[in-house]
């Protein structure tokens, strides 16, 4: 290969926009670690979202000790309903409402399923008593979770559960998927 021949002007040019230049003395790199910080992911702030978003179009019938609670939300099968009486979706997790207050009870709820649905929870099961200590023989969280659930916005369907499980002091819950999973509800086998 041969070399371009350079004019003077040209070399005097390229020197004059370069500067002052200072000879390598090793031809070994000395590596510097970075002085930024590592990226940390951005924190989303918690939607503070009243989750008991859904009407309740009729007003509800007092429950007794030994009533039976069945719910399905609108536009779902029949079938997915006797599906979680038979205990077809397995239970995921359980929660204990015994002894609380219903201020209490709510917020314990309210939170229990939440997390449920962001772990990923299908059917769960939610122990609220008989309510023999109650007045008149009237449960007080029996009727207020039974409004409750039917108010939530990820609770799909809901029954008593069978006897062995704890029978019309407990019940089994549907939840629906969190978008993170990104399954419908029109999946339901």
């Known amino acids: 290969m041969t070399k371009k021949p350079t004019h003077t ?16 003395d090793t031809n070994t790199v000395v590596l510097k670690p970075d002085k930024k910080p590592r990226p940390l992911p951005a924190v989303k702030a918690l939607e503070q ?10 007003s509800l ?5 030994e ?11 029949k079938n997915v309903l006797k599906k979680l009486r038979k205990g077809y979706y397995g239970v995921d997790a359980e929660m204990d409402l015994h002894g609380l207050s219903s201020r209490d009870a709510q917020r314990e709820l309210l939170r ?6 962001e772990d990923g929870c299908r059917c769960v099961q939610i122990i609220h008593g008989k309510g023999y200590n109650s007045p008149d023989n009237q449960p007080v969280l029996k ?31 549907l939840l629906r998927f969190s978008d993170k999973f990104g399954q419908a509800e029109d999946g339901l086998e």
């Open 9 to 24: 002007d040209d070399s005097a040019l390229f020197r004059n926009a370069i500067g002052k230049v200072r000879p390598v």
């Open 61 to 65: 019938e007092t429950l007794y000790q």
């Open 143 to 173: 009727n207020d979770i039974n409004l409750w659930l039917r108010q939530h916005q990820d609770v799909l369907a809901f029954c008593s559960t069978p006897p062995k499980a704890g029978g019309t002091g407990a019940l089994y819950v």
């Open 112 to 117: 229990f399923l939440h997390f449920c649905v």
């Open 67 to 77: 009533d039976k609670v069945g719910f399905i939300a609108p536009g779902l099968q």
């Open 49 to 58: 979202v009243d989750p008991l978003q859904n009407e309740v179009a009729d």
